[in-house]
């Protein structure tokens, strides 16, 4: 049986602040967890990518998900390529589902960064996208927990949003 809450945490770095972010979630949600570290994925080429084993396991997951957050590192005032090239292989599974993003970056001048994969989720997908997000730095983080405690209020209301909201069909 498919989760309602999936959490995909989207960086391949061992120490991630952003897999924490998604742990903290998943906990909070009792949902499912996927780190990509344990889906290796081919590149999206367009052709037979879409038919490999890790594409075809994390698309029936998100299909199967009412709700997708997206724990995501902020590379170069974007999300990361690992999360981008997840969602070019797997399309159509995002299909009117609920999203949001909870992030981890270098510093705070990126926290608009998500918005272009939120703009192409709304746009390709239909995707209904969740307006409250969490924007975490490396400050917020120490010996490997969230020690912000701003930052856990605002997961917890992440996940009382993605609770709350429900497409009606």
């Known amino acids: 049986m498919a989760a309602e809450y999936l959490v995909i945490s989207a960086s391949l770095r061992?120490?991630?602040?952003?897999?924490?972010?998604?742990?903290?979630?998943?906990?909070?949600?009792?949902?499912?967890?996927?780190?990509?570290r344990e889906f290796p994925l081919p590149m999206c080429d367009g052709d037979a990518a879409y038919g490999d084993p890790n594409v075809e396991k994390l698309r029936a997951l998100i299909a199967g998900a009412r709700v997708v957050l997206l724990a995501v590192p902020i590379y170069n005032y974007d999300a990361?390529?690992?999360?981008?090239?997840?969602?070019?292989?797997?399309?159509?599974a995002w299909e009117d589902?609920?999203?949001?993003?909870?992030?981890?970056?270098?510093?705070?001048?990126?926290?608009?960064?998500?918005m272009s994969v939120a703009n192409s989720l709304m746009l390709d997908f239909r995707c209904i996208i969740l307006p409250r997000f969490v924007y975490a730095t490396g400050d917020d983080f120490d010996g490997g927990k969230i020690t912000n405690a701003n930052i856990t209020k605002r997961l917890q209301q992440l996940a009382d949003s993605a609770r709350r909201v429900r497409v009606v069909q």
């Open 80 to 92: 990361n390529a690992a999360v981008k090239n997840l969602i070019e292989l797997t399309g159509g």
């Open 14 to 36: 061992p120490e991630s602040f952003s897999r924490l972010l998604g742990e903290f979630l998943a906990r909070e949600l009792e949902g499912d967890h996927v780190d990509l």
């Open 97 to 114: 589902k609920i999203v949001g993003f909870a992030c981890a970056a270098g510093g705070m001048s990126s926290y608009m960064s998500v």
